[in-house]
């Protein structure tokens, strides 16, 4: 074992519902904020993870547009310009909620920065790129 035991608390927070479609932005500020103070409350470092995909079945053309958006605007830490992009253009992200509360509470807990760190579809490892699913990895700190 390279490591001795490591102490660690998982606390997983599954968020549901017809986001954006049920709106609910001030429920989902309002989350992000307790996931913030609940973390500096605990006194220790924390790490506030969201998993999704990005753009579903479209083809890759279409799919690097509209999570080229998301990603932007996710990558600027603007929770409000995720939500829209995903409104306006239709992206069929379905972790926008959980997305969206995870750059609030890094905000609320001093995060300054984001960084794309890969982005993919899954074209570019089956090779059909006409009904693709996005992928992107973003760190923010």
């Not at 547009?65 to 829209?84: G, Q, S, Y």
Request: with cysteine; net charge negative.
């Amino acid at each position: 074992m390279l490591f001795g035991p490591i102490n660690v608390r998982i606390v997983p927070l599954l968020i549901g519902g017809r986001w954006p479609e049920s709106g609910g932005r001030r429920d989902l500020r309002e989350i992000g904020g307790a996931i913030a103070q609940t973390v500096q409350e605990f006194g220790k470092a924390g790490l506030v993870l969201a998993s999704t995909d990005l753009n579903h079945y479209e083809n890759q053309e279409t799919s690097h547009v509209k999570d080229k958006l998301v990603l932007d605007a996710v990558v600027k830490l603007d929770e409000d310009a995720l939500m829209d992009h995903v409104i306006d253009v239709e992206v069929s992200m379905c972790g926008v909620a959980s997305t969206y509360i995870v750059i609030h509470a890094a905000k609320k807990l001093g995060a300054k920065h984001a960084e794309l760190l890969d982005y993919r579809t899954s074209g570019d490892v089956s090779g059909d790129f006409t009904r693709v699913v996005g992928y992107g990895a973003v760190v923010i700190e």
